[in-house]
């Protein structure tokens, strides 16, 4: 799927992952673009337009993008080399955690809370989001279970607002 041959609307979150698992098997389009600068996680904009927005992610383990939503915007993500660790919120139990390894995606909509963190000593993952990110939810959980959201804009950096509760 190429960028220029995709419909003049927003995406769908199953059309997203096509995209980013298409992105994910052609590495000549990214792969020039990986780095690893001083264990800080490196992104790079692939593409952007009024209904999509495409990055590249290289990741470390000490990488947490902290919980967040991704405001009204469905997404994907392609794990290409290492892996991730997706953990979903749970109030009161133990928050889900899922190992994304290399070759693997998944998608999710705007209502999808998550936080992301590099598992591997190096990691790599393309993450598609339509329609574009403008704003992003950004949670912390206190130690009695209460969440709170702060709104930040897509170019804010997320990382973690409070320790891993």
């Known amino acids: 799927m190429a960028f220029e041959s995709l419909p003049a609307r ?6 997203l992952r096509r995209l980013v698992d298409d992105l994910a098997a052609r590495p ?3 792969r020039e673009l990986v780095d690893f600068p001083d264990g800080k996680r490196h992104y790079v904009s692939l593409y952007r337009d009024e209904y ?5 992610l290289c990741w470390t ?3 947490d993008t902290g919980w967040h939503d991704h405001d009204i915007s469905s997404g994907a993500v392609a794990v290409v080399d290492g892996a991730l660790k997706e953990c979903n ?3 009161g139990g133990e928050h889900v955690e899922v190992e994304v390894a290399a070759g693997t995606s998944f998608s999710f ?3 999808h809370i998550h936080r992301l963190v590099g598992s591997a000593d190096r990691s790599v993952s393309i993450h598609a989001y339509s329609p574009p990110l403008w704003r992003l939810g950004q949670y912390s ?3 009695g279970g209460v969440m709170r959201r702060v709104s930040v804009s897509y170019a804010d950096e997320l990382r973690p607002l409070d320790e891993v509760a």
């Open 109 to 111: 909509g705007p209502e």
């Open 52 to 56: 999509l927005d495409v990055w590249l």
């Open 28 to 30: 000549e389009t990214w």
């Open 141 to 143: 959980i206190d130690d």
């Open 89 to 91: 919120p749970r109030i």
């Open 10 to 15: 927003s995406l769908d979150r199953h059309e």
């Open 61 to 63: 383990p000490e990488n």
